[in-house]
Structure formats: structure tokens, C-alpha cells
């Protein structure tokens, strides 16, 4: 079982620390956020510490997966939201300040206001198909 004397997530699987839990799971425990984008905002931490997903054990990372669809539902029929958003923030330069991976269920409905700027852009030409054999031979390594 692995788990991080001073990890704020792992504190709370452990009891040491107050949150509002509203699943608890052999894989996963699920609680709200303590600053919510949204009501209902939850927290989907797998038991063990992993800091991020790509360093988790595919077997784990599925039974974690396997919660969403329930949870993701309670929580948007618990709220009354109309959609969620799945959000993991992978590494602190894509904004993950808890080092110990979680998956965001943020609550959404119909003109919120909340919402990402996706700063779209295109391929240049034959990029798509270099970014694609590059990422191919590292799915195959
Ligand atoms: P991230 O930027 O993806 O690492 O998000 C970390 C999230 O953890 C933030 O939304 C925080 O509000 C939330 N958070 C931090 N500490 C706690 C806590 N003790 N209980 C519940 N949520 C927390």
C-alpha cells in the first residue's frame, strides 16, 4: 500500500484529516473539493499515492476508471447539473498543485460561465502525421 507521511490526499484516505467523503472504495475514495468550481465539485483520488497518471499501474488506473460513470452521475443528478467535466490536472505544469494524482467531476449546466480557453491551432503541414508516428512508436517501445 503505498502511501506519503505529508501528503495532504493520503492524510485523508488515513483519517488524519477532515473531508467531506462521499465514496469510499477499495481503489478509490471520493470527497468534495474544499474549494469547488462548482457544487458538488468531487474529488476522485486513487487509495494508493500515485503523483500522476502516467506513473500509475494500468490494473489501478481501470479500477479508479471503473468508479467514474457511477460517480460522475451522482453527482450531477445530486446537484441537478445537466453535464460534468473529467478533468485531471497531470503535472504541475498543466496546473496540478496535489501531487498525488485526482480526478476532477466538475458539476455543469447550461450557461455557467465556466469553462476552459482552448487556444486552438493548427498542423502545419505533415506535422499530424510526425507527431503521430512519434507517438506510435512510443505506445509500441
Ligand atoms: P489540482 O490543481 O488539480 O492539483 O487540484 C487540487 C485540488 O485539491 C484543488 O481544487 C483544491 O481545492 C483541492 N484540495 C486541496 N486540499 C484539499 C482538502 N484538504 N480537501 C479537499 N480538497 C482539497
Redesign the pocket.
Known amino acids: 500500500m503505498l502511501s506519503e507521511p505529508n501528503c495532504?490526499f493520503c492524510r485523508?484516505i488515513r483519517g488524519e484529516?477532515p473531508?467531506t467523503v462521499i465514496h469510499r472504495g477499495e481503489a478509490c475514495l471520493a470527497?468534495l473539493?474544499?474549494?469547488p468550481l462548482a457544487s458538488g465539485h468531487t474529488?476522485v483520488v486513487p487509495t494508493q499515492h500515485y503523483p500522476t497518471l502516467d506513473r500509475m499501474p494500468e490494473q489501478l488506473a481501470g479500477e479508479v476508471a471503473a468508479a467514474l460513470p457511477r460517480l460522475g452521475s451522482a453527482v450531477m443528478r445530486a446537484v441537478g447539473a445537466t453535464g460534468f467535466n473529467v478533468l485531471i490536472?497531470n503535472g504541475s505544469d498543466a496546473?496540478?498543485?496535489?501531487p498525488h494524482l485526482?480526478i476532477?467531476l466538475i458539476p455543469r449546466r447550461a450557461g455557467d460561465g465556466l469553462g476552459f480557453r482552448w487556444n486552438v491551432r493548427g498542423y502545419q503541414p505533415g506535422e499530424a502525421d510526425r507527431v503521430a508516428e512519434s507517438l506510435r512508436r512510443e505506445l509500441a517501445g
Open positions: 495532504v485523508i484529516i473531508a470527497f473539493d474544499i474549494q474529488l490536472n496546473g496540478q498543485v496535489v485526482h476532477h
